[in-house]
């Protein structure tokens, strides 16, 4: 039987998701990290081409 562990996010105390991406929708570091996200997964796509 696996234990797993939950992270919080450090600006708000909600619980972060499987990426680390805090899951309160009105937490200011949630969209830095979204946008970091999507900038990473843009990087990545222009790489492959």
Request: charged share 40%; net charge positive; aromatic share 2%.
């Amino acid at each position: 039987m696996g234990m797993t562990i939950k992270r919080y996010c450090p600006a708000c105390g909600a619980e972060l998701d499987e990426e680390g991406i805090c899951a309160r929708e009105t937490c200011p570091r949630r969209k830095l990290q979204l946008d970091a996200k999507a900038k990473k997964e843009a990087a990545e796509k222009a790489k492959t081409k």
